[in-house]
């Protein structure tokens, strides 16, 4: 069993920047993938960016490439999102989600950002 605790988000103006934070915790698991999707209301989930834990570095979803970054910790196995110039249409629940071997997604309880002035 993996637990997934997500932190950041909150109400920034347009243009501003939010920082979101990711971390798988547990025992006897090994990453696949870490990766944060976005809840629109009424829409379904949709991707925004993901580590293939294996590969040297991420992807991104076009609405936010060049804008968003996701870095990661090895060693603590966590994920951060960077959100630069964010707008309006960034408004949305953030979610976290892993994927272990053996194993389907894990998914953390979701996080606000709104994008407002």
């Known amino acids: 069993q993996v637990q997934v605790e997500e932190s950041g988000g909150g109400l920034v103006q347009p243009g501003g920047s939010l920082r979101l934070s990711c971390t798988a915790s547990?025992?006897?698991?090994?990453?696949?993938?870490m990766a944060w999707y976005r809840r629109f209301p009424g829409k379904e989930r949709e991707f925004v960016a993901q580590?293939?834990?294996?590969?040297?570095?991420?992807t991104y979803a076009r609405p936010v490439k060049g804008r968003f970054t996701l870095s990661r910790d090895g060693t603590t196995n966590t994920v951060h999102l960077q959100m630069n110039n964010l707008s309006p249409e960034d408004t949305a629940v953030y979610y976290c989600g892993v994927v272990i071997i053996g194993a389907s997604t894990f998914w953390g309880q979701g996080t606000q950002v709104t994008v407002s002035s």
């Open positions: 580590f293939d834990w294996a590969a040297p570095a991420p």
């Open positions: 547990g025992s006897n698991f090994r990453l696949l993938t």
